[in-house]
């Protein structure tokens, strides 16, 4: 693990001055902008770039050869693989714990829980994909461990980040398994708990660890490294737990 003095963050924009690219998972997108504003009070003349997208194609990308200095993963088992594949400059570190959610843009009885997949009523179900979105593994490991999984799969929409999904649950689908994150952004703002969102049963699926991690392609490794301490910081740790995540000391 990379043990960085706290003070790091607070210095001078001077000492990091430049441009920093980072990969992002898609579900701190809605964070996003809060973070990056923060960030600036103590780094004005740091210009932070933010590409987003499903943590499994990132990680395909700094793979082979993405300019990102900075990744900030959906769950640990990416950064990790980087780590073990000598990409990284040490070890990920959790940086926050997210959670699943019901959502759908009709009033819903979400008293049903799982069951209410089930539902005559339900013909579209939005998930993140799978095989390459963290938030998707989560929610189809939910679905098996409330075995409804084989009955409701042929209702599946698939997203191929969190914030693809989110779209689908609004427009294309009767109700999403999303980010509760996603809860939390102004787009989402006017549905309410209890009536168009529930959080999903945490006993259903493996807590959902998302990492950071620094890069071996980083061009400005000071900068980088000031990001990555803030996004351990309590500033940053306050941020994320306005939309909805879980953060650790």
Known sequence: MIKLPITLAFLTSTLFAGEITIAVAANVSYAMDELKAEFKKSHPETKVNVILG???????????????????????????????????????????????A????????????????????????????PKTAPYGKAAVEAMQNAKVYDAIKAKFVYGESISQTVSYAVVAADLGIIAKSSLFSSNLSQYKEGVNWASVDPALYTPIKQGVVLLKTSNDQDAYRAFYTFMLSEQAKNILKRYGYTTYE
């Open 54 to 100: 499903g943590s499994g194609k990132l990680t395909a990308q700094i793979r082979n050869g993405a300019p990102y200095g900075l990744f900030m993963s959906a769950d640990m088992r990416y950064p990790q693989a980087l780590y073990d594949d000598n990409l990284t400059l040490g070890a990920p570190h959790v940086y926050a714990q997210g959670a699943l």
């Open 102 to 129: 019901f959502f759908s843009v009709k009033p819903q009885d979400f008293s049903q829980g799982m069951k209410l997949l089930n539902s005559e009523q339900i013909h579209k179900i939005a998930i993140a994909n």
